[in-house]
């Protein structure tokens, strides 16, 4: 969050499609140049980002209730569009793909995190021992045992991770399907594609990289089990519409 502060310019047009309770779209328009709008299907959560913004004078953020498949704006409306753990939550994470690539801008940048097939897998095996023992055996997932992480928090993890009624998984190359498809040139991911190449806090986030070849995508992905705070398997891409 902070990489993405510094380095998406003043003055420009963000959306964040599946905004949730609306840090991140409060969060990069407290610059006060940017004009961000963050959209969601949850009224509840949008109640909450909207308070937020009013109770701390953000004047550039914006919030509304939309279906993902239906944005109500123009085509090519956004310099920078945002969707981070969203599209894996719907029936057709392609579909929802296209829907939101058409809002940015030539020239401009999606931003997007899904769920990877390979880093997800150490997830799936808890999933089912959770299943199989009527939700025991949460000690396997190391948020859940931490006495640091609120009660609360702790919930909400296990909630959104193992309980949630629609998920999908999607690999590097598949992604990178999407974007040649779409008209989007891969940019950057997290974690890195290519080996012996890690992320770090000094990131160019928006410099173009090499996305590596077939080996050395499905090492990083297989790289992905082995790492203790991968978010569950979560990785990002961003890409520059052409």
Avoid at 118 to 128: I, K, N, P, S, V
Avoid at 204 to 219: K, S, V
Wanted: proline share 5%; hydrophobic share 40%; aromatic share 14%.
């Amino acid at each position: 969050m902070r990489l993405l502060n510094e380095q998406i310019p003043h003055g420009v047009r963000v959306f964040e499609a599946g905004c949730g309770t609306g840090q991140e779209t409060n969060y990069l328009a407290m610059d006060g140049t940017r004009d961000v709008i963050g959209a969601d299907l949850c009224l509840n959560s949008l109640k909450l980002a909207r308070t937020f913004k009013q109770e701390n004078g953000i004047s550039h953020a914006d919030f509304l209730r939309m279906n993902l498949f239906r944005p109500p704006f123009a085509a090519e409306s956004f310099d920078y569009v945002i969707s981070n753990g969203v599209l894996h939550h719907t029936r057709q994470p392609r579909e929802a793909f296209r829907s939101i690539t058409r809002l940015v801008k030539p020239g401009g940048f999606i931003i997007m995190g899904l769920y990877n097939a390979f880093g997800r897998l150490t997830h799936d095996l808890r999933r089912l021992f959770f299943n199989l023992s009527y939700n025991h055996f949460k000690f396997l997932d190391p948020r859940l045992s931490d006495p640091r992480i609120a009660p609360g928090k702790r919930r909400v993890w296990f909630m959104d991770q193992y309980r949630h009624p629609c998920e999908s998984k999607h690999t590097f190359g598949e992604t990178l399907n999407w974007f040649h498809r779409e008209g989007v040139r891969f940019i950057s991911s997290i974690p890195k594609m290519r080996l012996a190449e890690d992320f770090t806090v000094q990131e160019q986030l928006f410099e173009p990289t090499r996305p590596g070849n077939f080996f050395e995508r499905t090492i990083a992905q297989w790289d992905m089990l082995w790492t203790p705070d991968n978010e569950g398997g979560f990785f990002i891409m961003i890409g520059q519409k052409k």
